[in-house]
């Protein structure tokens, strides 16, 4: 293996850092474990599960292999994916790869047979963890699918109305029989965001002189395959890439309905953790104004998916400047099979069954909280 010849500036042995998972609808709780694993070495091995072997021990996923292994691959943080990855992590694998050690969350991850899926590596002492970002996770974004109604994501209905807006009161209800905490029940365990997590994920870099900077904005829902190929497009008209994310109530007023599914603060971490993204305009304005072009950084091109774009609360379109600058441009949409809509549409389209695998994972949720708690009971008893 060419990288087991390499060594660090130190001259000493690279750190080989393993994590895996299902990775299923990427998010950036992901990401930051990926963060983290990196942090604790010099090259980071993402092992990803394929399809079948997911739904074999955890039930289907949202987002298809390939869709999973590409959204790996483009976090920052991930050195090399290694797809269809055993669901259990054995010593095999290790050697394989030429691992030190695995890093998890700190929560317990058990195959099909109720096993814990690390047990043979912690058994080895190649075992070490990570904190898990708390209020984010798949449940937690299927839940906030699931509990928006069917047509809730009709463009242009323009509305402004409460986030939970036509919740269907049926799913509401099948989820209280599966025992599911309140926030996983109502969708409303968001995410606490903090400047430390945005300059954790932060690239920090600013352009250097000569540097094109590229301009993209938008929604960035959902963080999904369709928008890295999208950047990763954008970036080649330039050599810095800088991100314009609209606010919730921007993204709210075009798409209308219970739009975004994700706060602003959510999809700022989301498209910071791709390789692809250098800088990002927090709540950027719709239209692309003379400040969005000179304030931050001189933008030499606006890049925009060849796709109608809504026009402007004012009617005008919102590439109007840059279109008269002469520096807009136009790449075709990668991904078309790929929106936050097809991704809300394949949950809807299967809502009995993730209504099934949400009220699963509730009920794994309360059983661990509740020998936790059985635990600390018996700690306290034994004055432990
Ligand atoms: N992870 C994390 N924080 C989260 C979600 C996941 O640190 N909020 C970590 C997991 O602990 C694991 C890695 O990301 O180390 C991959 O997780 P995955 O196998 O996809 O499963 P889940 O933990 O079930 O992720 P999710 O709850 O989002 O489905």
Redesign the pocket.
């Known amino acids: 293996m060419a990288q087991d010849k390499v060594t660090t500036k130190d001259g000493r042995k690279p750190i080989r850092v393993w ?7 990427m ?1 950036f ?2 990401a ?3 963060r ?2 990196r942090a604790m070495g010099d090259y980071l091995i993402v092992g990803v ?1 394929s399809d079948e072997e997911v739904e074999r021990n ?1 039930g289907p996923c949202v987002m298809k292999e390939d869709e999973r292994y590409a959204a790996v691959a483009a976090c920052k943080w991930a050195d090399e994916v290694v797809k269809d990855a055993p669901y259990v992590t054995t010593m095999e694998t290790l050697d394989k790869y030429n691992i030190d050690f695995v ?5 317990i ?1 058990t195959a099909a047979d109720g096993t814990d899926c690390y047990q043979h590596v912690k058994d080895a002492g190649r075992y070490k963890e ?12 299927v839940g906030r699918m699931l509990l928006v109604t069917r047509d809730h994501h009709i463009r242009g209905s323009r509305t402004t109305g409460s986030p939970m807006q036509g919740v269907d009161e049926a799913a509401v209800a099948n989820f209280s029989q599966g025992s599911m905490p309140a926030g996983a029940l109502t969708g409303i365990a968001h995410y606490l965001s903090t400047s430390k997590k945005i300059i954790q994920f932060s690239s920090g870099h600013e352009p250097q002189a000569g540097d094109r900077v590229v301009y993209v904005d938008g929604a960035f829902d959902l963080f999904h395959t369709g928008h890295i190929e999208f950047f990763k497009r954008a970036r080649e008209f330039g050599d810095y890439l800088l991100v314009g994310v609209h606010d919730d109530q921007t993204v709210n007023a075009i798409k209308g309905g219970n739009f975004p599914v994700m706060n602003l603060q959510e999809r700022v971490l989301g498209a910071l953790q791709c390789r692809y993204v250098d800088e990002v305009i927090i709540g950027a304005p719709y239209s692309v104004t003379k400040d969005v072009l000179e304030d931050v950084y001189h933008v030499d091109a606006v890049v925009h998916g060849a796709s109608d774009q809504p026009l402007d609360i004012d009617g005008k379109d919102p590439y109007e400047l840059p279109k008269q600058r002469g520096i807009y441009h136009e790449v075709e949409h990668p991904r078309l099979d790929l929106t936050t809509t097809v991704i809300i549409e394949r949950i809807i389209a299967n809502r009995q069954v993730y209504i099934e695998r949400q009220a699963r ?1 509730a009920k794994k949720a309360v059983s661990e909280a509740e020998q936790e708690q059985r635990e600390k009971e018996v700690r306290a008893a034994l004055h432990m």
């Not at 994590?19 to 609808?25: P, R």
């Open positions: 994590v895996d998972g299902c990775f299923d609808m998010h709780g992901h930051n474990a990926l983290q694993a599960h955890k890093v998890h969350g700190d929560d991850t990570c904190k898990r970002t708390v209020g984010i996770s798949t449940t937690e974004l994972k």
